[in-house]
Nanobody, 117 residues
Framework: QVQLVESGGGLVQPGGSLRLSCAASEIISSINFMGWYRQAPGKERELVARMTSTGSTNYGDSVRGRFTISRDNAKNTVYLQMNSLKPEDTAVYYC???????????WGRGTQVTVSA
C-alpha cells in the first residue's frame, strides 16, 4: 500500500511563506499526478496544485501566482512553496497521488496550515 507522508505545515503570519513536502513510499506508474488539495472548516476540498510526472502543472485560481509546485521524481517527493500567505489559505493540506496505470489515487493524512497574526 502506497503511503504519503506530509511535512512542513504550521502557523505563519499573513504575508509569510511556508514549504510543504510530501514523500511517497513508492510510485508504480511512470505516468502519474502528484499534488496538493486543501480543506478549510465548513468547505469542500479544493485543488491547490498538481503536477504530472512529465512536468505539467495545474493551479487553483486562488493560489496561482503565489504558490509553486515542484517535484523530485528520483525521491518520489512533491513540494509546495507557498508565498504571500493569506488568512483564507488556512486549511488542512492533503498530499495526493494518482497512479494512471492502476487507476487509483492515494491521500496523505494532511498537514495543518494556519495563517494568522
Amino acid at each position: 500500500q502506497v503511503q504519503l507522508v506530509e511535512s512542513g505545515g504550521g502557523l505563519v503570519q499573513p504575508g509569510g511563506s511556508l514549504r510543504l513536502s510530501c514523500a511517497a513510499s513508492e510510485i508504480i506508474s511512470s505516468i502519474n499526478f502528484m499534488g496538493w488539495y486543501r480543506q478549510a472548516p465548513g468547505k469542500e476540498r479544493e485543488l491547490v496544485a498538481r503536477m504530472t510526472s512529465t512536468g505539467s502543472t495545474n493551479y487553483g485560481d486562488s493560489v496561482r501566482g503565489r504558490f509553486t509546485i515542484s517535484r523530485d521524481n528520483a525521491k518520489n517527493t512533491v513540494y509546495l512553496q507557498m508565498n504571500s500567505l493569506k488568512p483564507e489559505d488556512t486549511a488542512v493540506y492533503y498530499c495526493y497521488l494518482y497512479e494512471i496505470a492502476i487507476r487509483k489515487d492515494f491521500w496523505g493524512r494532511g498537514t495543518q496550515v494556519t495563517v494568522s497574526a
